[in-house]
């Protein structure tokens, strides 16, 4: 009986245990999914949407072909969406994707630079090594693409981040290395280094024909060519020119194959191979019409018209020329900027041709249009070669005043970019015009002046002909033996060099000079030389002067029949010459007065246009509105709509699972009606021992829900309870927020009227120097001038007395030195120059001034500041670099000063430096031994808004920098830009454009 029940007892046993491990799992995963459901939801969220918001930033590239607004639209809003929620990664890369569509959809590098480098900031701080080389990259072009001229672009920054972008692609991106490499060359060609920009192109060459990246090895190909085309290698460049054509035909690109066929071309010309040089134009023009590239049409254009001109076709080259410069005016675009050195050069090739077809006039209009443009692209040497040839239409036509003046602004452009060639030749040219003018010593000046430096450079065809100017100028003022010296010399040169033209009027001049020395067995050879010269190369002119000749060397010889023959070849010649430029100047006449006329007509007709163009363009303005206002509701409707898909997927996710859950609970009931129809068929001998099993276990379900209500609501309670810690932490830094926001208003009310009064105090200031020096200037030295001039009136009557004399004298001479005194104190107190000439000459003139009255030697660059501030920033900048003058004449003990300004971008950078002993800037601050001085300088930059630095030493010199921010003209209306960008210029022959 014992054992029976311990028999029984011990299947209970068994029977709860078995019963407890296998609902016990079930109970856990039941509890962990309660728990682990709504985290796992939301993370499932959060995953979907940052997956939707990759997608669309790499769509947004595919947009930006299209439609650039909407792309701008969509980063923008992903933009504002990350920064709320705090998403670094989102944010960068919207920030890349807007300044891509800036710099490659819309063209606009102003736009575009501020968001590169702010997604620059951002994925430096991710660590994204492949994609901040792209930024570095992009940014690097968007400031070689800065609407500027090419002499203030700052390629040194554009070659640092060339350089970043082609190290981090070295290691993480090397697919990138030739387009990076190339980048690079272009920056390092551009800033003169030509040897190292080889070794880039050679290597980026090397690296895309081992990756089949044939766009970058036509590209690096190409500018190889062109830069052993500079070093006049131009066999080199024909090899590697060459090249590019098969690659371009690989390509199957009619545009690329054109741009080959011209760059070969223009060096066959230069070869001399003139022929083989317009067949290949021929083909290139076809090519380009083929591919319906108008630039590409117009540049090979361009390029036969050049051909046609080298071969003497004047009128057909100008038809060809005139057609390429149409296409390039009608398909500018957003190339205007770098279309300026295309159409200069057309311009300039035009002016040429008139010239030759002896149409000065239209040679002149021609010529203005070129130096204009020029200008723009800020080629300076290629403006001033246009104004020389400027000069030399006006000299054509006889205007002598308009040539001597266009030819001196040339020379101060060649002098201004240290060309030594280019001076000379404008020195040359300048003599010629000073000649006709009867300007004799200036004229030898100049030429005197142009063959030192001819000389020092050696050029010996332009030394010879400077000579044999140079003794015509002898000859006409009478140094015969000076005059025969410098032309026998020129003839010499002449003859060496087979220049043929120059040696038959030098042969002229030295004929005449032999004549005038008595020397007439010299003379006939001489005019029989220069005769046959004359009319082999038809120099009408030389004839002229050699039948002149003739007929006195016959006349002092005594054979007046030949001197008569002679004087009628010299009349007949003369009337020809005569009424020849009788005709060119009759019809330049005609062609001036038909362009004034054409331009009136263009004038009225060009008002009524603009007239329709204003009233277009307000209806274009009104249109515009009215489809952003249409585009603005349809995304805020496609965003209604995405949110509430999104809320329907959420809703069915929920449903799914409830459905889940429920289909889960109707099985487990199932289970248990089950397990109840097996116990109900138990033995009755089990029957109450069932029943406390099922006891046990029902009371074990119930203390185990009770245990998940409990951790529930413990869960439910941390939660609230964490939810109110984090609300008190946020109302409290709310508080400290706003505490310091009045702290910080409060102090930036104190700064502002601190700053106003300041300003005015410095205001006041300057009126009262201006009102001191008014009366010092009016009231003082007036008073003193009376007193001299009546002292000196004394000294002009007989004055007996020696000793009342010498009074009157030394009165005289006190009033004169005080009236000096006085005025220097006037200018001192309120420069003159600063409101008539402005900041730039005033600082000039400063610079000069204490050359002259201290022994300290002042060097100064100054660049023009003419309109970039306001009058009251002008007089604060002028006090600022005078009173850091003024503390090295008084304290530095220096010897040598440098003053250096000038404008980078929006920044005016000024340096004041010397030599002096120095100080510690540091020490003297901190014992409040500052100066007065400094105190000032450091007032009035504050009230520029400028950054101002003192860096010194004892024995070391002092150095003063101030950076002045530009303050804008105007605002952009699209983000952080200053203003609308146009594309670089990229010259066809130096500087290729990309595939």
């Known amino acids: 009986m014992i054992s029976s029940h311990c028999t029984s007892g011990r299947m209970r046993a068994g029977c709860i245990v078995a019963s407890l491990r296998s609902i016990i799992p ?8 309660s728990i ?21 930033l790499e769509q947004i590239p595919a947009i930006a072909c299209t439609d650039t607004a909407k792309a701008l639209s969509i980063s923008r809003s992903i933009l504002q969406k990350a920064v ?44 994204k090594i492949a994609s901040t080389a792209a930024v570095h990259f992009a940014i690097g072009r968007a400031i070689h693409g800065m609407p500027v001229p090419k002499r203030e672009k700052d390629f040194s920054a554009v070659e640092r981040h060339h350089r970043k972008a082609v190290a981090l692609s070295e290691q993480y991106q090397p697919g990138a290395l ?50 052993y085309s500079e070093h006049d290698q131009l066999d080199s460049a024909l090899v590697y020119l060459q090249k590019t054509i098969p690659i371009a035909e690989s390509f199957g690109d009619d545009g690329l194959i054109s741009r080959a066929y011209i760059n070969v071309a223009n060096i066959l010309m230069n070869l001399g191979r003139i022929r083989d040089a317009g067949e290949l134009l021929e083909k290139a023009h076809d090519r380009a019409e083929q591919a319906d590239c108008p630039g590409w049409v117009a540049a090979a254009l361009m390029t036969m018209g050049s051909n046609l001109r080298s071969r003497g076709k004047y009128d057909e080259s100008s038809t060809l020329l005139r057609k390429s410069l149409l296409l390039f005016e009608e398909n500018l675009g957003k190339n205007a900027f770098a279309r300026a050195a295309e159409r200069a050069i057309l311009h300039r090739l035009l ?46 036509l006889a205007r002598l005043k308009e040539a001597r003046l266009w030819q001196l602004r040339a020379l101060g452009i060649m002098r201004e970019a240290d060309n030594l060639s280019g001076t000379a030749g404008c020195l040359h040219d300048l003599a010629r015009i000073l000649t006709q003018q009867d300007s004799t010593a200036a004229a030898r000046e100049a030429l005197e002046e142009a063959l030192a430096i001819y000389t020092r450079v050696k050029i010996p065809s332009q030394i010879n002909a400077v000579r044999r100017d140079l003794g015509r100028l002898h000859l006409n003022a009478g140094r015969l033996t000076e005059a025969a010296d410098l032309l026998t010399v020129a003839v010499d040169g002449h003859r060496t060099l087979e220049e043929y033209p120059m040696l038959s009027t030098a042969l002229v001049w030295l004929a005449e000079c032999r004549q005038r020395q008595g020397r007439h067995a010299e003379v006939g050879g001489l005019l029989s030389e220069a005769e046959n010269l004359a009319i082999s190369v038809d120099i009408p002119e030389n004839r002229l002067r050699i039948a002149e000749l003739r007929a006195r060397h016959a006349a002092a010889e005594g054979r007046y029949m030949d001197a008569h023959e002679h004087w009628e070849k010299f009349a007949v010649l003369k009337d020809s010459i005569v009424q020849s430029r009788h005709d060119t100047r009759f019809e330049s006449l005609l062609v001036e007065f038909d362009a004034e006329r054409k331009d009136h007509e263009i004038a009225r007709l060009t008002s009524d246009r603009e007239l329709q163009r204003l009233e277009m363009e307000r209806q274009r303005e009104t249109l515009r509105r009215e489809q952003l206002e249409a585009l603005r509701r349809r995304q805020e409707l496609e965003l209604l709509s995405q ?50 099993r099922n006891a046990a276990i029902a009371g074990f379900l119930v203390l185990a829900l009770l245990s998940i209500l409990v951790v529930r609501s413990l869960r439910l309670r941390r939660r609230e309870s964490e939810a109110r810690a984090t609300a008190a932490q ?230 003063i920098t101030i950076d002045i921010p530009i303050p ?28």
């Open 26 to 33: 079930l109970l856990l995963a039941l509890l962990i999914y």
């Open 36 to 56: 682990a459901w709504p985290e796992s939801a939301a993370a499932q969220a959060r995953t979907s949407e940052q997956a939707y918001t990759d997608s669309l």
């Open 84 to 127: 709320e929620e705090g998403n670094v990664f989102h944010e960068s890369y919207a920030c890349l994707a807007i300044g891509t569509v800036y710099l490659d959809a819309k063209k606009q590098s102003v736009f575009a630079l501020p968001w590169l480098r702010r997604a620059l900031n951002g994925l430096e701080s991710l660590g």
């Open 178 to 227: 030739p387009a990076y490499l190339w980048h690079l060359a272009a920056s390092v060609q551009l800033q003169g280094r030509h040897d190292e920009a080889m070794n880039l192109y050679r290597r980026s060459a090397e690296l895309a024909d081992s990756l089949h990246d044939l766009r970058w090895l036509i590209n690096a190909t190409n500018n190889i060519g062109f830069l």
């Open 351 to 396: 002016g040429q041709n008139s010239i030759d077809l002896k149409q000065h006039a239209e040679a002149i209009t021609h010529y203005r249009k070129a130096a204009a443009l020029y200008q723009t692209t800020g080629s300076r040497d290629d403006e001033a070669t246009v104004l020389t040839h400027l000069s030399w239409a006006y000299f054509g």
């Open 643 to 692: 949110d509430h898909e999104i809320q329907n997927l959420e809703l069915h996710i929920t449903n799914a699972e409830l459905r889940q859950q429920k289909a889960a609970s109707n099985e487990q009931q199932q289970r248990l009606a089950l397990a109840r129809k097996d116990r109900a068929l138990q033995a009755e001998i089990l029957q109450r021992e069932t029943l406390r």
């Open 730 to 959: 946020l109302q409290a830094q709310a508080a400290r927020s706003e505490s310091l926001r009045v702290r910080a208003e409060s102090a930036e009310r104190e700064e502002e009227v601190q700053r106003r009064f300041a300003r005015q105090l410095i205001h006041a200031q300057e009126q009262e120097r201006q009102r001191i020096a008014s009366d010092l200037h009016d009231s003082l030295a007036q008073k003193l001038v009376v007193i001299q001039n009546r002292a000196t009136l004394a000294l002009q009557r007989p004055i007996q007395d020696e000793y009342l004399a010498r009074q009157f004298e030394q009165i005289s001479g006190t009033a004169i030195d005080t009236v000096s005194e006085v005025r220097a104190i006037s200018h001192a107190l309120r420069p003159q120059l600063l409101n008539r000439f402005g900041l730039s000459s005033a600082l000039r003139n400063l610079v000069e001034e204490i050359n002259n009255v201290t022994h300290i030697s002042w060097e100064g660059h100054v660049d023009d500041l003419t309109g970039l501030l306001s009058p009251d920033d002008e007089i604060n900048l002028y006090r600022i670099v005078q009173e850091g003058m003024n503390n090295t004449i008084k304290h530095a003990g220096a010897t040598s000063g440098q003053l250096d300004v000038h404008r980078a971008d929006a920044i005016i950078h000024i340096t004041l430096s010397d030599n002096g002993k120095g100080f510690q800037p540091d020490v003297k601050r901190s014992n409040g031994d500052g100066g007065l001085g400094l105190q000032s300088m450091q007032q009035r930059a504050d009230l520029l808004s400028a950054e101002l630095r003192i860096e010194s030493a004892p024995g070391n010199g002092t150095r």
């Open 968 to 995: 804008p003209a105007d605002s952009s209306p699209d983000g952080p830009e200053d203003g609308i960008a146009l594309e670089s210029p990229v010259s066809s022959v130096t500087y290729a454009e990309e595939g």
